[in-house]
Nanobody
């Protein structure tokens, strides 16, 4: 089993910043990639950023240059440094982990979500 625990969400003013974190815990698993998704009210969930074990990253065009994803492989923790926040960034942010369990079964885990609200 694996559990993702998120933290760092909250209320910020436009132009401010937040750092989200997500730690994976459990046993008998290996994570290959971790990422952040978000879902605004009335919208579909969308990819924000993803990072693989070797450090390769990808970002949604809407956040490129403002958000930075990083990972501590030893801690199985992923971070999202969000700067220059805009009201359009308001959403519930979800952590995701992809990998495999020791017995060869694919792992696809999600966190509970953390709310980011950006005020004007």
């Amino acid at each position: 089993q694996v559990q993702l625990v998120e933290s760092g969400g909250g209320l910020v003013q436009a132009g401010g910043s937040l750092r989200l974190s997500c730690a994976a815990s459990g046993s008998m698993f290996s994570i290959n990639a971790m990422g952040w998704y978000r879902q605004a009210l009335g919208k579909q969930r969308e990819l924000v950023a993803v990072i693989t074990s070797d450090g390769s990253t990808n970002y949604a065009a809407s956040v490129k240059g403002r958000f930075t994803i990083s990972r501590d492989n030893a801690k199985n923790t992923v971070y999202l440094q969000a700067t220059s926040l805009k009201p359009e960034d308001t959403a519930v942010y979800y952590c995701n982990a992809l990998g495999s369990f020791a017995w060869g079964i694919a792992l696809d885990a999600w966190g509970q979500g953390t709310l980011v609200t950006v005020s004007s």
